[in-house]
């Protein structure tokens, strides 16, 4: 997914996060807990103390990474780790930046010092503050508890679906692209959700690919809600 972008951040991501975001499972223990996320030329790196998939992580990436993008100038990527961020760029577009010091851990400040290395006009960088995409993602079900967990490890055990631009768990370990969501202030039902999107086109790309694995559903915006018994890692057989 997004190969141009892993090819300019390759260079930069040392603890090998290039490629995360294939669904392809494989045996290995987490290293460190947090995620990752691609928003156009923006790559990030979070680390954090818990291993269990957010929406609002999501949500916060999109956001973030939105915002920073639009400040980068045209052909520039940015790989946003820990403390600093690093420019990368086949034709020159970084300029005379190289890394910035600021980073994953205050992407707020990480957006000011962006806008700073790279002498963004002012107006421009309010246009920037204002982004706040909207997710999608595609439903698969909605029910019982017990039945929406069953189609969770479903979809797992079939290694199906497409995280999206953002994954998030223990790392290297694979990750399941399916989750189970519940508003608890709406009471309603437990929700199956597959991947987090940036547009529709890609959540009905998405969805095309559940469907030739034989599962239905259909296309909606991000609903609110927390998951339940998110797990770090795929279930190996």
């Not at 929406?148 to 995280?163: E, P, Q």
């Not at 559903?217 to 190996?236: C, D, H, N, W």
């Amino acid at each position: 997914m997004r190969s141009s972008l892993h090819a300019v951040l390759r260079p930069f991501l040392a603890l090998g996060l290039a490629g995360l975001l294939s669904t392809a499972t494989r045996d290995a223990a987490a290293c460190w807990d947090g995620w990752y996320a691609e928003v156009g030329g923006v790559g990030i790196t979070r680390g954090l103390g818990v291993a269990e998939w957010n929406p609002e992580h999501a949500r916060e990436a999109a956001r973030w990474g939105a915002r920073i993008n639009a400040l980068l100038p045209p052909g520039a990527a940015l790989a946003i780790e820990w403390d600093e961020a690093t420019c990368a760029s086949d034709q020159g577009a970084c300029g005379a930046v190289t890394t910035i010091a600021a980073g994953s851990e205050d992407l707020p400040a990480t957006f000011r010092a962006v806008a700073k290395a790279f002498h963004v006009p002012a107006a421009k960088v309010r246009k920037a503050r204002a982004l706040d995409p909207e997710l999608y993602t595609v439903q698969i079900f909605a029910g019982s508890k017990r039945r929406a967990l069953a189609v969770k490890d479903h979809v797992a055990a079939l290694d199906a679906g497409d995280h999206g631009f953002f994954v998030e768990g223990g790392f290297p370990a694979p990750k399941q692209t399916a989750h189970v969501l519940r508003d608890p202030e709406a009471d309603g039902p437990h929700r199956v959700i597959v991947g987090t999107f940036l547009s529709r086109k890609e959540a009905r790309a998405a969805l095309a690919g559940l469907r030739a694995k034989g599962f239905g559903g259909y296309v909606r915006a991000l609903p609110a809600g927390k998951a339940i018994q998110e797990e770090s890692f795929t279930k190996m057989g």
